[in-house]
């Protein structure tokens, strides 16, 4: 196989598609919102914290929940709800000692299950 093939290039004769490539640069994300959103995605890199995401799409947790459910300690536990609060992936409701947490919003549970679905089917 060409090398070239093997590691994405193009060949030297190559001059380009045809395509109107000032139209989807102007439409391309700004860097800020790719930074964004890459640090977005860097909060669903880590198995504890999808763990927990799972968690709580079915129910409202506190951390002692989760400790169980995880097998975790609380310390850890919060650690990793701290990180996701902070990328506003969680939020918490405080009755009277116990914080509870859920998901901030839907559109978490509909990227968690679209990915889901995404991986088991291929």
């Not at 045809?18 to 880590?46: G, H, Y």
């Not at 969680?90 to 990227?111: A, M, N």
Request: proline residues 1%.
């Amino acid at each position: 196989m060409d090398q070239r093939v093997m590691t994405g290039e193009c060949d030297a004769t190559c001059f380009g598609s045809e395509a109107d490539l000032s139209s989807i640069k102007s439409s391309m994300l700004e860097v800020d919102s790719a930074v964004q959103m890459a640090d977005w995605f860097k909060a669903f890199s880590d198995p504890t914290r999808i763990r927990i995401i799972d968690a709580l799409l079915q129910k409202e947790l506190c951390v002692h929940d989760l400790t169980v459910l995880l097998n975790m300690g609380q310390s850890a536990v919060s650690h990793q709800l701290r990180s996701l609060r902070n990328m506003r992936i969680v939020k918490r409701r405080k009755v009277g000692k116990t914080v509870f947490y859920s998901l901030d919003d839907t559109h978490i549970e509909q990227i968690f299950l679209q990915t889901l679905q995404h991986i088991k089917h291929g």
